[in-house]
């Protein structure tokens, strides 16, 4: 998937990032249509309770994309580079020139999605060029988010995500939701894991479903005035089936969800 998103790169001339992905899908001979999607979808006699999880279609006969509207600048940035993918990816747009993907069985749907965001990863990111620019900080969320702000202009969730998975050093990435309070709806409460993110390296495993009900601490990190954005603490969690333990970490919060980054050896050190 990498060669093919450097290949991509290379033929249209995109050299260094950012990707502008207007550009991407002229370079790719697509346009975006003004069209509905539901309006689409309900053509396409998909059932309503799917509607909501497609969030942007291509036509390949037409050659065009049509976003849901109203979709935020990232994720359309984003859907533009995944849509770009069926249509470079030349075993997906053999098949996809004769029927659409949401006609397609479910285990050929699931693996041509997860090869579009591979694929988009890879082409944001600049392919095998991303692990020099990532070396250049110190390892840790600074050098990440100054990734995304300086260098890809992409948002903190994908550059975070791709820089764990990328990493020679053994870490982990938690992704939280936070939880409003039941008392009062408008005061964030607790810190709840949607999931996590492992470098190739990392052996270890979390317990699902973990809750941190550390009030100030949830407090700092929502509420934080450094100057990066990232607060250094403590973590306390549940791993590799034993104790919780006590480990060094930093987290950010972007808005949306918060992000904490931990290192695999002080894991192996407590557990
Ligand atoms: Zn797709």
Redesign the pocket.
Known sequence: MRIQAEQFLCMHGFAAPPLDPEQAIAAQKLRVAQLSLDDLLIKANLPPEDHLKIQAMLDARKRHIVFRLGLGQQKRNWGSL??IA?DVLPWQRQLLYYCP?IFMPEHIQQQ??IE?DIFAAEAFFFGESFKKYASEGNFGLATAIDLANRLYETSFHATFAHYVEQSDVPCCLIIWRIDSRQDDAWYPGDLSIVYYVRSRTFCGHLEPRQVLRDKELVDTILNNTTSNGIVKHDLYLNANNKEPIVIPAESFYNGYNVFTLFQQHDLIHKT
Request: hydrophobic share 45%; no cysteine.
């Open positions: 995944h849509e069926h993907l041509f999605e579009a």
